[in-house]
């Protein structure tokens, strides 16, 4: 049962990360949710220092709004001149510098534990448990559910305007489409699943799964519905993947899913090509003939 | 009514005045032409015109108001180099875009959106390419599908950016052949041209352009060769033969 | 902290922002800062893995080590990009989660093993300046030597790659090489700093002062040495402050010196928004006059 709870929660993951990854990768921003997991040690130690508790809530909203905080600042440089990835660099680096220093001078005293912050903790995952409208399940679960929720939502309302806003923003500006307020929506959502999903696999992996099984899924995708069905079951590939492969050498569950997700990225890149050659040569053959 | 009125436009970069002083006055019902040598504010003119630039100083009117996203009066063909086509989507949905501001927020695109989406890529003769993959479509493909999306959004005002920028003859034909008919329904277009060649051929307007407005009115009147001389200043080498006078840039 | 020791501390953390001023700088003209990132995130298998290899925890060995993973999955990235359809933001991303996830997984092997070290990965993200062994600092300033020097012997073929690789491709420069040098120079810096003020202030360091220095210059040998005094100043002031009460970790400071430095560049500099916003008035009253 424990064990399930594991694995339920490796899937919740990769799949909630890999459905948020799809747009990531559509509208290059990979790069921000690689920042938004480090800044959200920033939120986190804010919402300590403010709150003064260690409760999870106010962490989750701590971190939230250092995910926001996060984009808007990156945006703030990039439209006064400076070079986006350089921009990206400036913004997450300083605030986590931030953020260490006000562990030291504020929390030192507190356990705020900074591996588990990067890799989290997945196997403690079924002990902090939740009981709501009479279902006991672990914390873990219930936020990633909830969030998952919310990308759905995020998605059913939204999703043609998204789609539009990110092939082509300026043609989506001069019919009305509300380009600034969906990236600024699409980014919050971005920093939540990053903030459910760290808790048990750390920041380091939900960078990993936001944006690997999204990239793999878009190397043979025709459609962005095809690109969601595959973002999402390669997503949930790698954390059971990466779960048993964990189990079977005694070794990071987090640093292991990590890991496959680069294992699936990397057979899926030479079976398509291997494809696509075999393809080639079949066609150059009938023309032939 | 104009189509187009524009007051004392300026636009600043940092340091440098990019468009200074910019006045024009277009009536509508005309197929127009923006000319100018490059790095002239062509670009950085139909910007400010769409209201992208929040640093511009003037007054732009379209259709007699305010540039208002919302009344979708407007459609716009951007460069085709604006977009990435490694989009995982086919033909057919990039034109269906064209209806969005017409199906409104937080609804699906009806089965008129599609029809009229059908019938807007049968207009530009690619109906066969409905469901491929745009990543595969050839450079006046692309052209096509995007004069597609603007024709199904069923605007009264067009503005293309270069549309005829790397496309090869039989594409450029029905472009233009299009933007005529458009015209003969009474719809008035603007288009960001670079070869000089078509310009008497194609639009009976033309706007000179370089950091202002040298010039604009019919086509005969101001496509001359003094006109052309000022606004490219230098960098023009005409040649006249005897059927009239052939700009060669 | 004796004050000697501070001393070589203060020379140290100099040395090494004047050499990610000036490696930072390169990166920045060509696009690249985030790959840095990646870099140094890259190194952290290689460490793990050089002390599976060999048992050994000598420095040498563990840098060596850093830098064949660094280095390698600065070539991953590029052979992403250029084989998939990948684009250049998705590769780095993956690369460096990637990797490190791997180098976790080595990381949790070593701490298995009877001679781990369980603060192996909190050194890694944040550096032990304050601890270096002399030793340490040694390889330090040699390190930073060798890339200042080797920055200075480049520095006209590297000027032609950046701003003008056809050209250069054109008098028959050997770009791969050049590239590959300034890439090794990179992930030395990496290496080398990582020890001192971790992973990630790594990165600060590369990007923050070549932006704060493009801020005020358009000119290569001017954004060079101002992105340099910046990485060096930053280092000096954050290492004194540190000194100055106890618990407070340098690498944070040392950033958070630089970003300090960025702030006010940003404000205050030639194209800064201060003067972007008076300048803006002026556009406007004379669009209101004419």
């Known amino acids: 049962?424990?064990?399930?709870?594991?694995?339920?929660?490796?899937?919740?993951?990769?799949?909630?990360?890999?459905?948020?990854?799809?747009?990531?990768?559509?509208?290059?921003?990979?790069?921000?949710?690689?920042?938004?997991?480090?800044?959200?040690?920033?939120?986190?130690?804010?919402?300590?220092?403010?709150?003064?508790?260690?409760?999870?809530?106010?962490?989750?909203?701590?971190?939230?709004?250092?995910?926001i905080l996060t984009a808007y600042l990156v945006q703030l440089l990039h439209s006064s001149g400076?070079?986006?990835?350089?921009?990206?660099?400036?913004?997450?680096?300083?605030?986590?510098?931030?953020?260490?220093?006000?562990?030291?001078?504020?929390?030192?005293?507190?356990?705020?534990?900074?591996?588990?912050?990067l890799m989290g903790e997945i196997a403690f995952v079924p002990w902090d448990k939740w009981t709501l409208l009479s279902i006991t399940m672990p914390k873990a679960v219930w936020i990633l559910l909830l969030v998952l929720l919310i990308n759905i939502?995020?998605?059913?309302?939204?999703?043609?305007?998204?789609?539009?806003?990110?092939?082509?923003?300026?043609?989506?500006?001069?019919?009305?489409?509300p380009i600034l307020f969906l990236h600024y929506a699409f980014m919050t959502s971005i920093s939540f699943t990053t903030v459910a999903a760290f808790d048990s696999v750390g920041a380091i992996l939900v960078v990993a799964m936001l944006i690997g099984p999204a990239a793999t899924a878009n190397l043979i995708s025709r459609s962005i519905k095809q690109m969601f069905l595959l973002s999402m079951l390669y997503g949930g590939a790698s954390a059971i993947i990466g779960y048993y492969l964990a189990k079977f050498w005694d070794t990071s569950i987090a640093g292991m899913m990590a890991t496959a997700v680069g294992i699936l990225f990397i057979v899926t890149l030479f079976a398509q090509k291997l494809v696509d050659f075999k393809r080639k040569s079949l066609v150059g053959k009938l023309e032939g003939l | 009514m104009n189509a187009l009125t524009v007051e004392n436009l300026s636009v600043a970069y940092d340091k440098k005045t990019v468009l200074e002083n910019a006045n024009v006055t277009v009536?509508?019902?005309?197929?127009?032409?923006?000319?100018?040598?490059?790095?002239?504010?062509?670009?950085?003119?139909?910007?400010?015109?769409?209201?992208?630039?929040?640093?511009?100083?003037?007054?732009?009117?379209?259709?007699?108001?305010?540039?208002?996203?919302?009344?979708?009066?407007?459609?716009?063909?951007?460069?085709?180099?604006?977009v990435d086509w490694d989009f995982p989507t086919n033909a057919l949905d990039i034109v269906l875009m064209g209806r969005y501001g017409h199906t409104g927020l937080f609804k699906r695109p009806s089965k008129q959106d599609k029809l009229l989406a059908k019938e807007a890529l049968e207009s530009v003769g690619m109906q066969e390419f409905a469901e491929r993959s745009i990543g595969q479509l050839s450079g006046g493909q692309q052209q096509r599908v995007f004069l597609a999306r603007a024709l199904a959004q069923n605007a009264n005002i067009y503005f293309l950016d270069e549309p005829f920028a790397g496309v090869d003859a039989a594409t450029e034909k029905t472009i233009i052949d299009i933007l005529k008919s458009l015209r003969a329904q009474g719809k008035s277009i603007f288009v960001v041209h670079h070869d000089l060649q078509t310009v008497k051929e194609y639009f009976d307007y033309t706007i000179l352009l370089n950091k202002t407005i040298l010039a604009s009115g019919n086509t005969e009147d101001v496509f001359t060769p003094e006109q052309l001389q000022e606004t490219y200043g230098g960098k023009l080498f005409m040649m006249q033969d005897t059927i009239g006078a052939e700009v060669v840039c | 902290m004796l004050s000697g020791n501070l001393l070589w501390v203060l020379m140290g953390t100099m040395l090494l922002g004047i050499a990610a001023g000036i490696t930072g700088t390169f990166s920045f003209l060509q696009k690249q800062s985030l790959v840095g990132d990646a870099a140094a995130h890259a190194a952290l298998p290689g460490i793990a893995l050089a002390f599976l290899l060999t048992g050994q925890k000598d420095l040498p060995i563990l840098m060596l080590g850093a830098g064949i993973t660094s280095a390698l999955s600065v070539y991953c990235i590029q052979w992403i990009v250029s084989f998939s359809k990948m684009k250049a933001d998705a590769a780095i991303g993956l690369v460096l989660t990637v990797f490190f996830g791997v180098g976790v997984v080595f990381l949790t092997v070593v701490n298995h093993s009877p001679l781990g070290n369980q603060s192996g990965l909190n050194n890694f993200i944040?550096?032990?300046?304050?601890?270096?062994?002399?030793?340490?600092?040694?390889?330090?300033?040699?390190?930073?030597?060798?890339?200042i020097l080797v920055s200075l012997l480049f520095y006209k073929e590297w000027k032609v790659l950046i701003f003008d690789p056809v050209y250069a491709k054109g008098i028959g420069l050997p770009i791969e090489a050049l590239k590959?040098?300034?890439?090794?120079?990179?992930?030395?810096?990496?290496?080398?700093?990582?020890?001192?003020?971790?992973v990630i202030l790594m990165s600060a360091l590369l990007i923050i002062p070549a932006v704060s220095a493009r801020l005020w210059t358009k000119k290569l040998s001017s954004m060079l040495v101002l992105s340099a005094a910046i990485g060096g100043l930053s280092g000096i002031v954050g290492t004194f402050v540190s000194a100055t009460r106890s618990g407070l970790s340098t690498g944070p400071l040392i950033v958070l010196v630089a970003a300090a430095i960025f702030f006010i560049s940003y404000l205050i500099s030639p194209t800064g928004q201060i003067n972007k916003f008076l300048r803006k008035k002026q556009f406007r009253k004379q669009g209101e006059i004419g």
């Open chain 1, 153 to 177: 939502a995020f998605l059913l309302l939204f999703f043609k305007e998204m789609k539009l806003a990110t092939f082509d923003a300026v043609y989506a500006a001069s019919i009305g489409v």
């Open chain 1, 82 to 117: 400076i070079q986006h990835d350089a921009a990206i660099g400036v913004v997450f680096t300083s605030l986590f510098a931030a953020g260490v220093l006000l562990i030291t001078l504020f929390a030192s005293h507190v356990h705020l534990d900074v591996e588990h912050i």
């Open chain 3, 180 to 198: 590959a040098t300034l890439t090794v120079l990179i992930v030395m810096t990496i290496v080398t700093g990582i020890q001192s003020v971790g």
């Open chain 2, 27 to 82: 009536p509508t019902g005309r197929l127009t032409a923006i000319i100018g040598p490059n790095g002239a504010g062509k670009s950085t003119f139909l910007k400010a015109i769409l209201n992208q630039l929040p640093n511009k100083v003037g007054k732009v009117e379209i259709l007699g108001k305010l540039f208002d996203p919302k009344s979708l009066v407007v459609g716009y063909v951007p460069q085709r180099n604006a």
């Open chain 1, 1 to 67: 049962m424990i064990e399930l709870w594991v694995i339920i929660t490796g899937l919740l993951v990769g799949i909630t990360c890999g459905m948020a990854g799809v747009f990531l990768i559509l509208r290059k921003m990979s790069m921000i949710a690689d920042a938004i997991s480090h800044t959200v040690l920033f939120g986190i130690v804010m919402a300590f220092i403010i709150t003064q508790t260690l409760n999870g809530f106010w962490m989750l909203v701590g971190a939230a709004v250092a995910g």
């Open chain 3, 126 to 147: 944040f550096g032990k300046a304050a601890t270096m062994t002399k030793a340490d600092l040694t390889w330090l300033f040699i390190s930073a030597t060798i890339i």
